[in-house]
């Protein structure tokens, strides 16, 4: 199996559904997808994970409830900001910004920016 289009080559596999879905704009899938991984993960990866279910949640009470907070996208940010710019294949640092973008333009499907 490899990695479509939308998932940054160096991305675990595991996380290539959830990757696939959040592209896609089905972020509560998303969401869904990663939490098996989040699970079982720890340390870094762990941090790692829960910070792409909060981005997934955040742009899904945006999109779907029209929720005006950011209260998930900033507890996302706690957990990615403990990350180096570039983790698990991923540009962490376009990613949030991709994310803000989508938060306020509706339309936008951010898909993770490989790293």
């Known amino acids: 199996m490899t990695p479509s289009?939308?998932?940054p080559p160096d991305l675990?596999?595991?996380?290539?559904?959830?990757a696939e879905l959040f592209a896609q704009g089905e972020w509560w899938e998303a969401h869904e997808a990663w939490?098996?991984?989040?699970?079982?993960?720890?340390?870094?990866?762990?941090?790692?994970?829960q910070g792409l279910i909060l981005l997934a949640a955040a742009?899904?009470?945006?999109w779907h409830y029209g929720s005006l907070t950011?209260?998930?996208?900033?507890?996302?940010l706690?957990?990615?900001?403990?990350?180096?710019?570039?983790?698990?294949?991923?540009?962490l640092k376009q990613l949030r910004l991709d994310v803000w973008a989508a938060l306020h333009?509706?339309?936008l499907r951010p898909a993770l920016p490989a790293g």
Do not use: C, T
């Open 5 to 7: 289009s939308v998932v």
């Open 105 to 107: 333009h509706e339309g």
């Open 78 to 91: 706690r957990h990615l900001d403990i990350l180096p710019p570039m983790y698990g294949g991923v540009d």
């Open 12 to 18: 675990r596999p595991e996380l290539w559904r959830g």
């Open 70 to 76: 950011h209260r998930n996208y900033d507890k996302a």
């Open 35 to 49: 939490e098996g991984v989040w699970m079982s993960a720890q340390g870094d990866e762990r941090h790692f994970v």
């Open 59 to 62: 742009l899904h009470k945006r």
